[in-house]
């Protein structure tokens, strides 16, 4: 069972959704209990980085999720979510993250429109098992207006944007992000989410 975490920052539904198209056995909670049967963690969101770090506190999921990660189990942060992965967070104030990956989350810095949103294309930077059923060149879809800053052997894969080098999926361990939303990626979100749920089992 792979459980998305409900804190009431995200569209959890069409995360949901997306895990039953590809046979991911997934509910949606923000029971302890519940949390530690699983064997994946997803957290999804849609939002500020504030407001996400307040709700993890404001539900005690902050705990629960320190200890998850701890004992190894497979954790995929998707857009917001994967920000929040971070050590420091920009948006609004100066906000400390969860710290599984290094880095910090700021606004992207170019002339080009805010936010980022559409199809673009990822580019690899390093092999791992996420990007199993993709090709690079493949195009995902992505609506932001922040970016990760990343030590480079965190980055799986880029995009870019505006001139700026945009991490989109990045991971160490048992910890993987999805800057873009695979859940609305059509078919190449569906291989990633593929991969991931191989990577749970």
């Known amino acids: ?30 029971d302890e209990e519940i949390i530690k049967q699983a064997k994946g963690i997803i957290l999804p969101g849609v939002g500020s980085f504030n407001v996400a770090m307040e709700n993890l506190e404001k539900y005690n999921l902050i705990d629960i999720l320190n200890e998850r990660k ?8 998707i857009c917001l979510g994967m920000q929040v992965l971070l050590e420091k967070g920009y948006e609004v104030k100066e906000t400390k993250g969860l710290g599984y ?11 080009k429109k805010l936010p980022h949103m559409g199809w673009n294309e990822l580019y690899f930077n390093k092999n791992n098992s996420i990007l199993k059923y993709i090709k690079e060149f493949d195009d995902v879809y992505f609506v932001h207006s922040y970016m990760a800053d990343f030590k480079d052997e965190e980055v799986i894969c880029y995009t870019e944007y505006g001139g700026q080098k945009i991490p989109a999926i990045v991971g160490k ?11 609305k990626s059509g078919e190449v979100g569906q291989n990633i989410l593929k991969a991931w749920k191989e990577i749970v089992e």
């Open 70 to 77: 701890q004992a190894g189990i497979p954790i995929l942060g």
């Open 1 to 30: 069972m792979v459980v998305i975490i409900d804190y009431n920052i995200g569209n959890v539904r069409s995360v949901l959704n997306a895990c039953d198209r590809v046979g991911i056995n997934a509910v949606i909670s923000r």
């Open 173 to 183: 361990n048992n910890v993987l992000g999805c800057q873009f939303h695979p859940e």
């Open 101 to 111: 990956l290094k880095g910090n989350v700021d606004l992207i810095k170019t002339d």
